[in-house]
């Protein structure tokens, strides 16, 4: 896998590239002297988290006839206080189901995704975070 990064202001504005050609923006924020036009790197690592847990959670859902019409993860993170680097030291997502969804069958869907397949979710471990997670199924 080969990832691309190019400076394309005179300060930290990055576009990152995929080998496919998909980018996306970071940036640092402006009190460290960025403009805030972009992601911060350590956001982009809860995003991913988020998006390699969602592509299997649907996976799972859908090889068990389950209909989702809306699906959303909130992902709040702290990281450590007080150090360099500073990594995510606690990570608590919120997985919010709607359709005809069996609330079993997304909790197992979520468990094996967090606990087994999820790529991101086990690097984030094996740095030290701890990650929790709730499921909400048809619920406001």
């Known amino acids: 896998m080969r990832i691309e990064l190019k400076r394309v202001d005179d300060d930290f504005r990055m576009e990152a590239k995929d080998a496919d050609g998909h980018s996306v923006f970071m940036d640092a924020g402006e009190a460290t002297g960025g ?3 972009g992601v911060r790197p350590m956001q982009m690592l809860l995003m991913g988290l988020g998006g390699c847990s969602a592509i299997d959670i649907l996976l799972i859902l859908k090889k068990q ?3 989702v019409t809306d699906f959303r993860i ?7 206080p007080g150090k360099e680097p500073s990594l995510w030291e606690t990570v608590a997502l919120v997985f919010y189901f709607t359709g005809t969804v069996d609330k079993d069958k997304a909790q197992r869907a979520v468990d094996l995704s ?3 397949y999820c790529s ?3 690097t984030l471990e094996k740095a030290g975070a701890r990650i929790s997670y709730t499921v909400k199924v048809n619920e406001q």
């Open 35 to 37: 403009h805030n036009q």
């Open 65 to 67: 006839k389950q209909v």
């Open 74 to 80: 909130v992902v709040d993170g702290e990281r450590e």
């Open 114 to 116: 967090m606990k087994k």
């Open 120 to 122: 991101v979710s086990a």
